[in-house]
Every structure is written in C-alpha cells, then in structure tokens.
C-alpha cells in the first residue's frame, strides 16, 4: 500500500490523481493533501478520502474545517503546505500545486526522505540545482508527471545517458497555433483557454498558448534529466499523441504515444517501475488517427520559448525571474488586466531589469521571486 501527500488536491492533476487512486483502493491510500480556496471540492474530498491531514490556504476556512471534521489535523498557508509534504505517514509526494509556491513543500519533502513525483513545473524552473541536488544527497526519486517528461523517462528506461544525442519535446502549439501573430491582437481569455487537445488548469493553458509552457518544460527536462540545452529541441505535434521523443547517437528514435489524458503520467509515476491496467483509460487507435503531423518550431511566432532558452543557458536567478513574471502576467490576463500580447512583454522587461545573482540559494530565490512579482505589478 503507497500513501500519498497530495499537493493541490482540488486542481486538475490533484483530481486525475484522486481518480488514479480510487480506481486502486488496494494499491494506494490519501493520508494527507492541500488546497487553496475551492472549500466545496475539499469538503468532498475529504469526506471520501478521508486523509489525516489537510492544508488549506486561508486562516478562516481552516478553522471552519475544524469545527466541521474534528477528527483531522487541519493546517493552512505556506506551513500547513510544508506540514503535508513532510507528512511522517506518507511514502509519496504528489506536487500538483500551481506555481513556486510548491518549492518549499518540494524541498522539504526531499529532505525527510519522501519519493517526489513532480507536476508542479515552477519548482524545477525556478530551482532546479537545488531540488536535483537535495534529492541526490538524499537518495530520494524524483519521479516525473508532466506528460513530455513522462514520456521521455519512458522512452529512457534501460538506456545509458551517454548514448543520448538530443530530447525532443513535442509541442501541440496552444489555441492560437493556426494564428499568425498579427491575428493575436485582441484575443479573448475564453479563446486563450480553449486548447485543442488537453483539458488543464487555466494557468497552464495560457502558458501553452504563448508556448511559455514549453519553454518551462525545456527548463524542466534540463534538471530532470541533466542535458545541455543544445541537446533540448522541440517539435510542433498538433494531435499531442506523441508525448515526446528520445533520439540516440545511432539515429534511432524512442517515443511514448497514447491519448491525451494525464491519468496515464500520474499513474506511472505511482506505480513506477510496475504498470497497472489504466481502468478509466482510453486506448489509441492510431488507425482512427490516420495522419501524425509535425513541424519546426518557430521562434518568431513563439517568443516565449526563446525567453526561456535565454533564462536557461544565462542560469542563476533568471530563470526564477522569468517563471515569477510570467505567473504574474498570466494571472493579470486572466483577471482581465492586460491583453494575451502583454504576457510576453511583461515577462521581456523583467528578465531585461533583472541582474543576475550566479548560484542562488533558496533565500535568494524566494526573494528574487518576490521582487520580480513587484516589478511586473508595478507596470501594470
Ligand atoms: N493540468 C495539467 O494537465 C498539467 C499540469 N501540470 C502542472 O501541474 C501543476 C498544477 O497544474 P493544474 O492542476 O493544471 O493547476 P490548477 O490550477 O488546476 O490547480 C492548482 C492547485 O493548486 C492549488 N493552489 C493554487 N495556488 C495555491 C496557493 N497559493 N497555495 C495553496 N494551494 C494553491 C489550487 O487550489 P484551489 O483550486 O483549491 O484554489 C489547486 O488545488 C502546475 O505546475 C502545472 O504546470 C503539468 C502537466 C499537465
Ligand atoms: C498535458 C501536459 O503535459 C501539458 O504540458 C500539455 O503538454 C500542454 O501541451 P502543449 O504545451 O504541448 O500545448
Ligand atoms: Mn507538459
């Protein structure tokens, strides 16, 4: 029996992990989870989960939970996060918080010995040196979620990296791919929200459609699986069945296909090395599919991948300063503030104040983060 810590449990991957474990009550046990402010879906799952601890994010909605489910420990804020990922009674840690709020938790869970299966991207970009490093010092997994990185640490199981010539991270190209970018004037939210194959959180959703999730995911492969970022491409795949690919020095390719559902990611990575029947699972017909389809990716168009190339080749603190200019502009889009076009500019001024501190540690991070959150509210 795996028990779980779940971080983010009402958010899109906190949901699809919940189906994954109750769809194997004998595999896997909830002891402890987080949210943020959706009380109704936390009232659900705690009544039908039943896990011992629970973070939420606001002071009041905690103590309402308590005088509600007496039996259970109820926390909140940046602690009551902490306090689940180090759960005693868990062996495993599902990151599935949005944003760099997760990194803490992260590390925290790191150093008490706990495997990581990570969603949450952010913790990887904005401090992937540390996390890597703790996780190495302490012998602890860190097990990929996000469905590219899923697919290449698939596609690389009984492979040596030195025979590895380059990763290839296929791309759906977001809502707006079938656009030119003067056709990007004066898109809606509701359009930006609408991606073609995956149905996600809103924040990721934008960052797909301004390809920023790519970049964020190249960032990610970088630490997870410790290449250059030469050897890091990325290929437009508009039907998102290949999940992403691994090319060797004999030319040959590895790839992981399988429909868009993240169940598949976030059961592997519980079940890892095993597989267990996906009992919700669609299977691929790839002759109902037909035709696969895939291009270069264009810069031009998707400026938001450069940026990240920058931040990851230049290192330091500009990769924390890119994800927490883009969190901000994405969140001031969505709150209707500013046009889908100013995400991009947003996060280009940021990272153009910005110097760089070389071999930032957690602190630096964490308050570099904050500055930077800041800068872009001051120019909105
Ligand atoms: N959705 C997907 O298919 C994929 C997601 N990912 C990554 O997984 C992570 C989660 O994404 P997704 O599930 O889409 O996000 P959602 O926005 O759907 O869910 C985010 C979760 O985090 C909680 N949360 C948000 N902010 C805070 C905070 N400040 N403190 C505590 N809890 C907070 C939310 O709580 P509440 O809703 O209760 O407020 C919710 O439970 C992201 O890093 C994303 O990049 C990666 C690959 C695919
Ligand atoms: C499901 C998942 O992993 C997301 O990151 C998804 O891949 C976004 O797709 P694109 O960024 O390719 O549009
Ligand atoms: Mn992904």
Request: proline share 0%; no cysteine.
């Given at each position: 029996m795996k028990r779980i810590s779940l971080l983010g449990a009402t958010g899109s991957i906190g949901i699809q992990t919940l189906d994954v474990i109750r769809e194997h009550p004998e595999e896997f046990k909830l002891v402890s989870m987080s949210s943020g402010r959706n009380m109704e879906l936390t009232r659900k799952i705690i009544s039908e989960f039943l896990p011992e601890l629970v973070s939420v994010q606001e002071k009041d909605d905690a103590e309402k939970l308590k005088s509600e489910f007496p039996q259970m420990k109820i926390v909140f804020g940046q602690e009551g996060l902490e306090e689940v990922a180090v759960?005693?009674?868990?062996?495993?840690?599902?990151?599935?918080?949005?944003?760099?709020?997760g990194l803490g938790p992260t590390l925290e869970a790191i150093k008490s010995g706990k495997t990581i299966a990570i969603a949450n991207k952010e913790t990887l970009v904005t401090a992937g040196h540390i996390v890597m490093a703790e996780a190495k010092r302490h012998n602890v997994p860190i097990l990929p979620v996000d469905s590219e990185h899923s697919a290449i640490f698939q596609a690389l199981q009984?492979?040596?990296?030195?025979?590895?010539?380059r990763l290839i991270l296929t791309a759906s190209?977001?809502?707006?791919?079938?656009?030119?970018r003067d056709e990007?004037?004066?898109?809606?939210k509701a359009d930006a929200l609408n991606h073609p194959n995956w149905s996600m959180g809103a924040k990721i959703t934008i960052d797909s459609a301004t390809m920023m999730n790519k970049g964020l995911e190249v960032i990610e492969a970088h630490w997870l699986f410790s290449l250059p970022y030469d050897d890091i491409s990325v290929l437009l795949h508009r039907e998102s069945i290949i999940h992403s690919m691994v090319e060797f020095h004999d030319t040959s390719i590895m790839a992981q296909l399988g429909t868009p559902d993240m169940k598949v990611p976030i059961q592997y990575a519980l079940t890892y090395p095993d597989r267990l029947p996906l009992v919700s699972g669609k299977r691929l017909n790839l002759a109902e599919i037909g035709q696969l389809h895939f291009s270069e990716m264009d810069f031009n168009r998707f400026r938001c991948l450069k940026f990240a190339y920058d931040a990851g080749r230049a290192g330091g603190t500009l990769p924390a300063v890119m994800n927490a200019a883009n969190e901000a502009a994405v969140a001031a889009f969505l709150d209707d503030?500013?046009?889908?076009?100013q995400i991009e500019d947003l996060i280009e001024k940021a990272m153009e104040n910005h110097n760089i501190i070389e071999g930032p540690d957690l602190e630096t991070i964490q308050e570099v983060d904050k500055e930077t959150r800041r800068y872009v509210k001051s120019l909105l």
């Open positions: 759960f005693q009674k868990a062996d495993i840690l599902v990151n599935a918080v949005l944003g760099s709020v009984g492979e040596r990296e030195k025979n590895i010539e190209g977001g809502s707006f791919r079938d656009r030119k990007l004037q004066g898109v809606t503030r500013i046009t889908f076009l």
